[in-house]
């Protein structure tokens, strides 16, 4: 489920030829970010179908001290997209539905449904409101909610825009097409998922999520403040094909591979899947390399974060899943594939965060915001932690690296506070906003 702070895009750099790569640097990599208590989770490089590398970091369980391993499963978030998209057009194939099918031949009682067709909610230009950016999503996310409870609550919303609009990326319209998979199919997500999607392409490893379970290998998933603790557990009854799937780097790799490779749709449907409008395909986005481009898709659900992308011209597919990240996955993955294609690249180095007393964290507390922001920032001490939090999405912690400055080195988030002038100045993706704390 996408989150407010997701992975950024790739770097641009130089290329050079794949060639044998340095293992022993890739290895010291991942060595550096468990070694220094920054990243647990799984990565896997595969080529022409294969794997040529595979590394697992930290644990899947820490209380019950289990390590994570090649075979580790995680929620892998709205990489499950993908496939429900994927799904979607096997049934357009067949004729069960069209790309102009109607949202109001399924769900007539949700706003615009006359207007919304298949397309429009594939390619996130429906205009329904992501229902995961309201504010009582926090105090749900973790109960059952029935098909009737999520209608119910698509329904309360007014749309963000007009159907065809504009593309704004909105996990109601995934729940939604899981649910048109459901009714077209007269099956559940997960049996449709294993029929279609699983059992074909040999799939070990890859199911609907349900509550996690260390016995199967399943990994919790963490978030860090002074030391590692649990984070929340969606219930997977909510993100349906927007968000809870489970699978493993090498499952993914090999789904990615064998979609590029004509073993899920028709060439002309995956055309159409990977053609891009305002930067959004049907279930992927495309990743810019500097002369590269690679498609696939990124996830965050509870402390997971994910990245999965396929590299057509060197049949390439990589996949790092993370359950726990104390350092930003997307510069996890540069450095990796950076190291793949032989490219200068210096292992990073992790100074010790600042310590700064309680007292003096407590001055930074408040709600921060402006008319243009467009969202609140509550920053509130917890545990001996800053922390920081937008209207309707999770907590993160917050890491002192100088006097008054703070970052949240996972989404590349830095904050400046003047505490005395009530301000506090954000930086992001290269974005600059002056924020006002309120009385």
């Given at each position: 489920?996408?989150?407010?702070?997701?992975?950024?895009?790739?770097?641009?750099?130089?290329?050079?030829?794949?060639?044998?790569?340095d293992v022993q640097k890739m290895d010291s990599l991942?060595?550096?970010?468990?070694?220094?208590?920054?990243?647990?989770?799984?990565?896997?490089?595969?080529?022409?179908?294969?794997?040529?590398?595979?590394?697992?970091?930290?644990?899947?369980?820490?209380?019950?001290?289990?390590?994570?391993?090649?075979?580790?499963?995680?929620?892998?978030?709205?990489?499950?997209?993908?496939?429900?998209?994927?799904?979607?057009?096997?049934?357009?194939?067949?004729?069960?539905?069209?790309?102009?099918?109607?949202?109001?031949?399924?769900?007539?009682?949700?706003?615009?449904?006359?207007?919304?067709?298949i397309e429009d909610m594939l390619r996130h230009q429906?205009?329904?409101?992501?229902?995961?950016?309201?504010?009582?999503?926090?105090?749900?996310?973790?109960?059952?909610?029935?098909?009737?409870?999520?209608?119910?609550?698509?329904?309360?919303?007014?749309?963000?825009?007009?159907?065809?609009?504009?593309?704004?990326?909105?996990?109601?319209?995934?729940?939604?097409?899981?649910?048109?998979?459901?009714?077209?199919?007269?099956?559940?997500?997960?049996?449709?998922?294993?029929?279609?999607?699983?059992?074909?392409?040999?799939?070990?490893?890859?199911?609907?999520?349900?509550?996690?379970?260390?016995?199967?290998?399943?990994?919790?998933?963490?978030?860090?403040?002074?030391?590692?603790?649990?984070?929340?557990?969606?219930?997977?009854?909510?993100?349906?094909?927007?968000?809870?799937?489970?699978?493993?780097?090498?499952?993914?790799?090999?789904?990615?591979?064998?979609?590029?490779?004509?073993?899920?749709?028709?060439?002309?449907?995956?055309?159409?899947?990977?053609?891009?409008?305002?930067?959004?395909?049907?279930?992927?986005?495309?990743?810019?390399?500097?002369?590269?481009?690679?498609?696939?898709?990124?996830?965050?659900?509870?402390?997971?974060?994910?990245?999965?992308?396929?590299?057509?011209?060197?049949d390439l597919a990589v996949t790092y899943i993370s359950?726990?990240?104390?350092?930003?996955?997307?510069?996890?993955?540069?450095?990796?594939?950076?190291?793949?294609?032989?490219?200068?690249?210096?292992?990073?180095?992790?100074?010790?965060?600042?310590?700064?007393?309680?007292?003096?964290?407590?001055?930074?507390?408040?709600?921060?915001?402006?008319?243009?922001?467009?969202?609140?920032?509550?920053?509130?001490?917890?545990?001996?932690?800053?922390?920081?939090?937008?209207?309707?999405?999770?907590?993160?912690?917050?890491?002192?690296?100088?006097?008054?400055?703070?970052?949240?080195?996972?989404?590349?988030?830095?904050?400046?506070?003047?505490?005395?002038?009530?301000?506090?100045?954000?930086?992001?993706?290269?974005?600059?906003?002056?924020?006002?704390?309120?009385?």
């Open positions: 489920m996408k989150k407010l702070f997701t992975f950024l895009a790739f770097i641009c750099v130089s290329i050079v030829g794949a060639q044998e790569f991942f060595e550096a970010v468990e070694e220094n208590n920054k990243g647990m989770g799984s990565f896997a490089i595969h080529k022409n179908g294969k794997p040529v590398y595979t590394k697992s970091i930290g644990y899947a369980n820490m209380s019950k001290n289990i390590k994570s391993h090649v075979r580790t499963k995680y929620r892998i978030g709205s990489i499950s997209k993908t496939f429900t998209a994927a799904m979607i057009l096997q049934l357009v194939e067949e004729g069960k539905l069209s790309l102009d099918t109607k949202l109001s031949e399924f769900y007539p009682s949700l706003p615009n449904s006359e207007k919304i067709s429906s205009g329904l409101f992501n229902f995961t950016n309201e504010e009582a999503y926090l105090d749900y996310m973790e109960e059952p909610k029935s098909k009737e409870d999520l209608l119910a609550i698509f329904k309360a919303h007014e749309p963000s825009f007009q159907p065809g609009e504009k593309n704004e990326y909105s996990n109601t319209n995934y729940v939604l097409l899981s649910f048109i998979l459901q009714d077209v199919e007269n099956n559940s997500y997960a049996g449709v998922l294993k029929k279609r999607i699983i059992e074909p392409l040999e799939l070990k490893d890859t199911y609907y999520g349900g509550k996690i379970n260390s016995d199967n290998a399943e990994a919790f998933s963490y978030q860090k403040k002074k030391d590692w603790k649990p984070a929340t557990e969606t219930d997977m009854s909510i993100p349906m094909g927007a968000g809870a799937i489970v699978s493993t780097p090498s499952d993914l790799n090999s789904f990615y591979t064998a979609l590029f490779e004509g073993k899920v749709l028709k060439q002309e449907t995956f055309e159409q899947m990977k053609t891009f409008k305002n930067g959004y395909g049907m279930g992927l986005f495309n990743f810019p390399f500097n002369d590269k481009t690679l498609y696939g898709h990124t996830g965050g659900i509870d402390g997971f974060n994910s990245m999965s992308a396929y590299y057509p011209e060197e359950n726990g990240t104390d350092f930003s996955p997307n510069e996890i993955v540069i450095g990796a594939m950076s190291i793949y294609w032989g490219l200068d690249f210096t292992l990073p180095s992790f100074e010790p965060a600042m310590e700064v007393p309680e007292e003096k964290l407590q001055e930074y507390t408040g709600t921060y915001g402006n008319e243009t922001f467009p969202l609140k920032l509550e920053i509130f001490v917890e545990d001996g932690t800053l922390m920081g939090q937008g209207t309707g999405q999770p907590s993160f912690p917050l890491e002192a690296y100088d006097e008054n400055k703070f970052q949240f080195t996972r989404a590349g988030l830095k904050l400046e506070f003047e505490p005395e002038a009530d301000k506090m100045i954000l930086m992001q993706g290269g974005g600059t906003h002056e924020l006002t704390r309120e009385e």
